[in-house]
């Protein structure tokens, strides 16, 4: 079956600068890639996902981009401010069979006034 | 703005209690999917519905979970009897598969389960 793997685990940047958090997966069908923030005690939010015909994906200060050949996929978080602190998790699934997420072990981010 | 819904937030059970945990999906998604969140393992599937059948339970014990979606705005996740290692924030996401193409997963605010 897929596996996700995500680094950090945790990322300590100051107010401002930029964080970047990757992942790799294993299954090369995957074919969908989202990303989720976590706030403590909050439920998992969508906040970009990429599909595997677009190679880079931008919405304001969040990017994602993908490279299919060495199957790894990063967040990019610009000019980060303390309310960008909180958990993501990283996510894959396939176009067949399942199709649920199989997700990463999450990063622990924290921005720094 | 439809979101998904889960009854109860909170249950603090004691062992060999059975638990029910409610989920009613987005109006008009046709999967929903069970997740356990732990600090230990993280997100995990745990169950998964397309069009209320069920498709994948693999990630469940089998012996004391079951998974069962009655009609299109309900699905429950049973556990009986419940351990202390069932302690878990227990997610249900709903989401639209169509053809080729994997839509987004909406997560509900989850059931904070703690097993005594």
């Known amino acids: 079956g897929e596996n996700v793997e995500q680094h950090p685990s945790t990322l300590s940047v100051q107010e401002g600068d930029s964080a970047v958090i990757k992942c790799t997966y294993s299954d090369s069908a995957s074919n969908y890639f989202p990303w989720y923030k976590q706030e403590l005690g909050k439920r998992p939010q969508l906040i970009i996902d990429?599909?595997?015909?677009?190679g880079e994906k931008k919405d304001q200060r969040i990017a994602v981009t993908l490279n299919k050949t060495a199957k790894h996929f990063s967040l990019h978080i610009t000019e980060t401010q303390p309310e960008d602190s909180a958990v993501y998790f990283c996510?894959?699934?396939?176009?067949?069979?399942?199709?649920?997420?199989?997700f990463g072990s999450g990063t622990r981010l924290q921005v720094q006034p | 703005d439809a979101r998904v819904t889960q009854t109860p937030r909170h249950k603090v059970t004691e062992m060999g209690q059975e638990v029910t945990m409610r989920c009613q999906p987005i109006?008009?998604?046709?999967?929903v999917f069970w997740y356990r969140q732990t600090m230990m393992q993280g997100l995990e599937l745990l169950a998964y519905?397309?069009?209320?059948?069920?498709?994948?339970d693999s990630g469940m014990p089998k012996d004391r979970f079951s998974a069962e979606m009655p009609d299109a705005t309900l699905a429950t996740l049973k556990i009986q009897p419940s351990e202390p290692r069932d302690s878990a924030v227990y997610f249900c996401a709903s989401g639209l598969v169509l053809t080729g193409r994997t839509d987004t997963q909406y997560f509900g605010p989850g059931t904070r389960l703690t097993v005594l």
């Open positions: 996510a894959a699934s396939i176009r067949t069979g399942r199709r649920a997420l199989t």
């Open positions: 519905f397309r069009n209320r059948a069920p498709l994948d």
């Open positions: 990429i599909r595997s015909n677009v």
């Open positions: 109006l008009g998604h046709n999967t």
